[in-house]
């Protein structure tokens, strides 16, 4: 199972643009990319999937590099709201059985 | 609307007593899974089902049952051999074939030992 490694928290601003990068280098090659947002004492919510170069929805973004071995989301101006937790999978579908869910990143976004 | 209920959202238990965690999902989905999470950190797999009637052990299955008698359910048993049994209990499901989307989560129960 693919392992992922992701900053364990970021800061920032209302408005501005966070981006999170998520390495995971033993990726292979049916996994697609996950990202879910967990705000306290809630479960986690599907954001964004992708499998190669980028995809957009009205959430965020998702860029993912030829080699496959990385992946950054991105949120255009974030608000208080976007406050949470952010987890980074690798998931076999139709939807991986034994995902491995890290720590995820902590965002927080200040006023 | 469809969705999982994960039912108590609070629950209190006493030493020794064995508790059970309800997920009940109207979504048709395959696949359903339960998973801990401890005060900052991520989530761990203690057990999913594939299909009715059957179910495989996750990372810390140690201390709990499961059940999956019927499609739309997969109770959780917290019994008295889990050591350290406070925590934050997410139920999920995934549909078979319908990868896209990964996982739908409850919105939790909250076990806390007393």
């Known amino acids: 199972l693919a392992k992922t490694t992701q900053p364990v928290s970021m800061d920032s601003y209302e408005g501005q643009e966070v981006n999170i990068t998520c390495s995971h280098n033993n990726i292979a090659t049916n996994d697609y990319i996950t990202w879910y947002q967990q705000f306290p004492s809630q479960g986690p919510r599907f954001i964004i999937q992708?499998?190669?170069t980028k995809v957009t929805n009205e959430v965020a973004s998702l860029f993912i590099p030829a080699d496959r071995k990385s992946s950054t989301l991105s949120l255009p101006r974030v608000s208080l709201s976007d406050t949470a937790v952010y987890y980074c999978?690798?998931?076999?579908?139709?939807?991986?059985?034994?995902?491995?869910f890290g720590a995820g990143t902590r965002l927080f976004v200040k006023a | 609307d469809g969705g999982i209920t994960q039912s108590p959202k609070y629950l209190f238990r006493k030493e020794g007593q064995n508790v059970t965690l309800s997920c009940e999902q109207n979504?048709?989905?395959?696949?359903m899974y339960w998973y801990r999470q401890d005060p900052g950190q991520g989530l761990r797999l203690i057990y999913y089902s594939q299909i009715v009637n059957d179910f495989q052990k996750g990372d810390i299955a140690e201390g709990y049952s499961v059940s999956r008698e019927k499609k739309e359910s997969f109770p959780l048993t917290v019994t008295s051999a889990q050591k350290n049994p406070t925590a934050f209990y997410l139920c999920?499901?995934?549909?078979?074939?319908?990868?896209?989307?990964?996982?739908?989560f409850g919105s939790g129960t909250r076990l806390t030992v007393v």
């Open positions: 979504l048709n989905h395959d696949a």
């Open positions: 999920a499901s995934s549909a078979r074939g319908q990868g896209a989307y990964g996982y739908t």
């Open positions: 992708g499998y190669k």
């Open positions: 999978l690798v998931v076999l579908p139709p939807g991986g059985f034994k995902t491995i």
